[in-house]
């Protein structure tokens, strides 16, 4: 069956660090894999979407990975603050329909 | 402002009672979604539209009925709510050309309890 797994479901660090989250896939062929950011009470909200031929994506102190091949994309955020405390979604799109969505992983990043 | 608006945000009903949960777009987007969030089951799709008058289940869509008359306005309907349908509910829109590639626009949620 299709599967999607988000590797932890919290993690802390220290403030300066990168986080690093991590979202793997079974049973997909996506098209293209989506990163959200979820605060408590509100909607998920887009950051980074990376296509299947691509192995990476920035964008200012977020970076995401894409390997097909070990069916996994990873998450950086570099040099983490507190304010990027939250929840982080993976999704991914086969083309087919709307998204699937990984159950996320809950960044805390201590001061 | 580009946005989803989704209402009401709270609601507490009791079971069978009909309700629906609004949800529109002004960002002329052809595909809608419906999701429910529940702790460690994270989003998972009710329903879907494609367009007008087209419309597709879900992984979750058992108890839930939806319409699609105009574009901008896609509501979630509840004939006979039950006490395990009291979640988190968002709405979404989307658009899949060159640039947006299907990403997602979420309202700000509603959250129901059925009691």
């Known amino acids: 069956s299709q599967k999607i797994e988000q590797n932890s479901e919290a993690l802390n660090i220290q403030e300066g660090k990168t986080a690093t989250l991590t979202c793997n896939y079974t049973?997909?062929?996506?098209?293209?894999l989506q990163w959200y950011r979820q605060d408590p009470g509100r909607g998920p909200v887009f950051l980074l979407l990376?296509?299947?031929?691509?192995k990476e994506k920035r964008k200012e102190r977020l970076k995401v990975t894409f390997d097909t091949t070990l069916k996994q994309s990873l998450f950086h955020i570099t040099a983490s603050q507190p304010a990027d405390s939250a929840t982080y979604l993976c999704?991914?799109?086969?083309?087919?329909?709307?998204?699937?969505f990984g159950s996320g992983t809950r960044l805390q990043v201590q001061p | 402002e580009a946005q989803v608006t989704q209402n009401p945000r709270y609601l507490i009903t009791v079971t069978g009672k009909k309700l629906t949960v609004t949800c529109s777009q002004n960002?002329?987007?052809?595909?809608m979604s419906w999701y429910r969030q529940d702790p460690g089951l994270g989003l998972r799709q009710i329903y879907y539209?494609?367009?007008?008058?087209?419309?597709d289940k879900g992984d979750v869509p058992e108890g839930y009925k939806v319409s699609r008359k105009e574009k901008r306005n896609f509501p979630l309907i509840l004939e006979s709510p039950s006490p395990n349908q009291t979640s988190l509910y968002f709405c979404?829109?989307?658009?899949?050309?060159?640039?947006?590639?299907?990403?997602?626009?979420f309202g700000a949620g509603t959250r129901l309890s059925v009691l």
């Open positions: 979404a829109s989307s658009t899949r050309d060159s640039t947006t590639k299907n990403i997602q626009y």
């Open positions: 049973n997909y062929s996506p098209a293209y």
């Open positions: 990376i296509r299947e031929n691509e």
């Open positions: 999704a991914l799109d086969t083309g087919r329909r709307a998204l699937t």
């Open positions: 960002m002329n987007h052809e595909y």
């Open positions: 539209s494609m367009n007008v008058e087209v419309t």
